[in-house]
């Protein structure tokens, strides 16, 4: 059994971590809040025009599959179904880069944030599985570190950022999209102060989500001149520098909530170990008592 310095010692060290935590907790709470409006308010925008540049990309590859089938049956006089290809002329970066995939991983550059980080792992080696052959970017120095350790068998490459960031700090691996036909993005997601959702979604190429069958179709949702391929050109590259720099907050923030989370426990079972502490301090502080009154009586026995 623990003498009594041993227990005060320990009270000491316990105080001062639940203190440390406690501290943490405050620090991720008035991120999170000075962040939260941000993010919330930014992402219905960057979804909708990532939404509608789905749409647009879709429209354009069956309008050049239409040319094709219209081409192949004035030649040939038959219906035939090729298969779906960029043309070169227009799209000579895709067309050169069309097999090339990526893949950008978003973890904390700090530690003492819950699960955080454990969740994309676990959602990291579902991906790999099919993503052997991509190149993975990996933002975050505790993700680095895990590449850099080896237990991830893939090719990677570490890219800082620093938690305040700006655009200009994206902009290198922003140039990077256009060497690539897919870009696919592994993040933690917001949802509540308590909820987070790792999901993966793609940068370069938006994939337009599936239809509702309880809803009817809209056509003609959208306008445009003076050519498809022109509007697809002009804002790509926007929209993907503000989808990408949306996720990145996003993380960020989903690593805030998860942080302060994480050190709500810590403190919580910090105050919990201290309350069990000086519960074992006062019995043996008693046991100490009673054993010197128990001496003084024997003393004055024996006189």
């Known amino acids: 059994m623990p003498t009594l310095n041993e227990v005060k ?26 962040l939260r409006d941000k993010v919330l308010t930014s992402r219905p925008f960057v979804e909708t025009a990532a939404e509608m540049m789905a749409e647009l990309t879709t429209l354009r590859n069956t309008m050049q599959v239409d040319d094709l089938v219209k081409l192949e049956k004035k030649k040939k006089g038959e219906a035939a179904a090729p298969k779906a290809k960029i043309d ?7 067309a050169a880069f069309n097999e090339r995939s990526a893949v950008i991983v978003i973890t904390s550059n700090q530690g003492l944030t819950g699960r955080y980080n454990i969740e994309i792992y676990q959602k990291l080696e579902k991906v790999i599985e099919q993503e052997k052959e991509s190149d993975f970017f990996v933002i975050g120095k505790k993700g680095q570190e895990v590449f850099a350790n080896g237990k991830f068998k893939v090719k990677s490459y570490p890219y800082s950022v620093p938690d305040n960031f700006t655009i200009d700090d ?10 690539y036909s897919r870009v696919t993005l592994i993040y933690s997601r917001y949802v509540n102060s308590a909820v987070r959702d790792v999901v993966t979604i793609s940068v370069v190429n938006p994939v337009l989500q599936a239809d509702n069958p309880d809803v009817p179709a809209m056509k003609g949702r959208y306008t445009y001149e003076p050519d498809i391929d022109e509007l697809i050109s002009g804002i790509s590259k926007k929209l993907r520098a503000a989808l990408f ?13 998860a942080q302060m989370i994480g050190m709500k426990t810590a403190s919580d079972n910090a105050n919990g170990l201290l309350v069990d502490l000086k519960v074992d301090y006062n019995k043996q502080r008693r046991k100490m008592i009673d054993k010197k009154i128990s001496e003084v009586f024997a003393g004055s026995a024996l006189w």
Do not use: C, H, W
């Not at 320990?10 to 809040?33: E, K, P």
């Open 245 to 257: 720099q949306q996720q990145i907050l996003d993380a960020r923030l989903a690593q805030f909530s």
């Open 170 to 179: 994206l902009k290198r691996l922003i140039v990077m999209f256009d060497y």
């Open 88 to 94: 070169p002329k227009k799209n000579p970066t895709e």
């Open 9 to 34: 010692e320990q009270m000491i060290v316990v105080g001062s971590v639940g203190d440390f935590t406690n501290a943490l907790q405050q620090i991720a709470t008035i991120r999170m809040m000075k």
